[in-house]
């Protein structure tokens, strides 16, 4: 497994790195709201009738982009924390 390399981080690289990664996580979940609204409406207008496995799949791959970015929060805060800042 990969060393956690927070550590080594200064205090200020550790802050602008846990603003970044909390930007880009809200960011992707505000996108994958949308995106899940966009197909529940699709799918209640074209009743599920003939619905394309390409316009599901998105929603489904979302989780698994969305969770290393919440581990690596994680691991940063944890780190954040530990430093007491």
């Given at each position: ?36 609204s ?24 979302m ?23």
């Amino acid at each position: 497994m990969k060393k956690n390399n927070f550590s080594e981080l200064s205090n200020e690289d550790l802050l602008k790195k846990h603003k970044i990664v909390k930007s880009a996580t809200i960011g992707l979940g505000i996108c994958f709201v949308i995106a899940l609204s966009l197909l529940l409406y699709i799918l209640i207008e074209k009743e599920f009738k003939n619905i394309n496995i390409a316009t599901i799949l998105p929603v489904f791959m979302m989780p698994i982009t969305f969770t290393p970015l919440l581990l690596n929060l994680g691991l940063i805060k944890k780190e954040i924390k530990s430093r007491n800042l």
